[in-house]
């Protein structure tokens, strides 16, 4: 069971009891101890905004509160969602306009899988679809970039304890539009010889020869922009679609900047392990990757999870295809699958060692043979 401390009127989970009285018991001072306490209270937040300069002014800002305490920061979405599984902080200050994945598809995946840090939106636009989106999305906070220090302070504070807080005048402009959603992007299906039926079917299956010839079809058409715009609002209340990420990031490489359509196609491969997509998917988005960096594409087949992780052959087949026998890349496979090796056989000796030891002990119990 966790407990709560009161620190200034906000109750904050910490750790169990047990684990509580067992670092206060490590203590040796009442100094120390008050030490653990202080820091075990502060509220842990994640910034994520893609200018350096506004992380870093906002790291200073929120560090003169004594009970708050900036554990990371992160320049985009695909980053902060990194970030937020490796820190788990309490809470996350989120820009909106990132390139790849934005503030908003970035904040529906905290929610649902990380339900226990809150997000607050930080936006320069006052618009009530951009507030509405964000609220959909899951986000506790919605604040404008121009707000006081002291707004900002106080709608971390409030959310923190439990609250949804939005910046002062927002609240009339979502009154009326919160539960209606906005009209959807339109482009010309017709073109594509899809009906609407099975564009749709589309993007809820990811077809790997279909969602290929989708691409090629849209570019051939002109209608690239039309259909990321579409799918730009998709991905904000369907942030995991697989197929609309794929076709993002294809679309974003092969019409506009390979930079963003890496993020895509990254977190498109990694929410693919994560929902066990089959192998032929997850290639869809490695080789398409591949096309754009070969060597940061050849990193996702080895990331936990992954079905070639340990598929040597394949992985060194693939660097040496992709990037030739000379390369860094393919010499580094090499010597990491000769570590991994060395490595198992080191488990494996380990693992003997007491079996080998039991079984000498019984040797040295046998009596010896008298003649």
């Known amino acids: 069971m966790a407990i709560g401390l009161l620190v200034k009127g906000i109750r904050l989970s910490v750790h169990s009891p047990s684990w509580v009285l067992k670092k206060l018991a490590e203590c040796s001072t009442a100094a120390c101890c008050l030490l653990l306490l202080t820091r075990l209270c502060m509220i842990q937040i994640l910034l994520v905004d893609d200018q350096a300069m506004i992380r870093d002014s906002m790291t200073l800002l929120l560090e003169q509160a004594p009970d708050f305490q900036v554990v990371g920061t992160a320049d985009s979405g695909q ?43 930080l936006s320069s636009h006052d618009d009530e679809a951009y507030l509405a989106n ?155 990757g591949c096309c754009i960096n070969a060597d940061a594409a050849a990193a996702w087949l080895t990331q936990s999870g992954s079905p070639w992780a340990d598929d040597w052959p394949f992985l060194l087949a693939e660097a040496a295809d992709r990037s030739g026998t000379d390369s860094p890349l393919y010499r580094s496979l090499c010597l990491l699958w000769r570590i991994r090796a060395m490595q198992l056989i080191c488990d494996y000796t380990i693992e003997l060692a007491p079996k080998l030891a039991a079984l000498q002990s019984g040797f040295d119990a046998i009596p010896p043979l008298t003649l």
Do not use: W
């Open 134 to 288: 964000a609220l959909r999305a899951g986000a506790k906070g919605y604040l404008l970039k121009n707000s006081t220090a002291a707004d900002l302070i106080d709608t971390v504070r409030l959310v923190q304890r439990g609250h949804s807080q939005m910046g002062p005048g927002l609240v009339e402009k979502i009154v009326d539009r919160v539960v209606e959603p906005r009209p959807s992007a339109m482009f010309d299906l017709a073109a594509l010889k899809l009906s609407d039926a099975d564009f749709r079917l589309l993007l809820e299956h990811f077809d790997v020869e279909a969602l290929p010839k989708l691409v090629e079809d849209a570019i051939a058409h002109a209608l690239a922009t039309p259909l990321l715009a579409f799918l730009e609002q998709y991905l904000e209340t369907r942030s995991t679609s697989l197929a609309a990420l794929y076709l993002s990031g294809a679309l974003i490489h092969r019409s506009r900047q390979p930079g963003s359509a890496l993020l895509y196609l990254k977190f498109g491969f990694e929410e693919g392990v994560r929902q066990q997509l089959p192998p032929a998917g997850l290639l869809l988005f490695y080789r398409e």
């Open 79 to 121: 980053r902060a969602i990194e970030q937020v599984a490796a820190l788990r902080p309490d809470l996350v200050l989120c820009d909106i306009e990132m390139p790849g994945m934005n503030g908003i598809a970035a904040t529906q995946v905290i929610h649902q899988r990380f339900p226990k840090t809150k997000v607050i939106v």
